[in-house]
Nanobody, 118 residues
Framework: QVQVVESGGGLVQPGGSLRLSCTAS????????MSWYRQAPGKERELVAT????????DYGDSMKDRFTISRDNAKNTVYLQMNNLKPEDTAVYYC???????????WGQGTQVTVSS
């Protein structure tokens, strides 16, 4: 059974930090490109960050590249998103996505809420 489970969201003050985790099971994690997306109320889902299957390459959305860091631990089937200097506009539900390297198969998690507010 495939599972993609995000954790680590919560309420944080502006300027604070959070570390999100996404743990996968039910498929061979090392063959999947992993991404974080987010969706704010009334807005479209947008790409936050992507990391290649081996963890060598990363890519970020324009407003996140200087503050967010994506990483993965293939031994733990887990991808992380370190978010620093958070802003109120970072408030959103953050989703984890697994994309198979060889075709269009994808799996999504259920999301974790991040709220940045004083």
């Amino acid at each position: 059974q495939v599972q993609v489970v995000e954790s680590g969201g919560g309420l944080v003050q502006p300027g604070g930090s959070l570390r999100l985790s996404c743990t996968a099971s039910g498929f061979y994690f090392r063959d999947y490109i992993m991404s974080w997306y987010r969706q704010a109320p009334g807005k479209e889902r947008e790409l936050v960050a992507t990391i290649t299957s081996a963890g060598v390459g990363t890519d970020y959305g324009d407003s996140m590249k200087d503050r967010f860091t994506i990483s993965r631990d293939n031994a733990k089937n887990t991808v992380y998103l370190q978010m620093n200097n958070l802003k109120p506009e970072d408030t959103a539900v953050y989703y984890c996505k697994a994309s198979y390297r060889y075709n269009y198969r994808t799996y999504w998690g259920q999301g974790t809420q991040v709220t940045v507010s004083s």
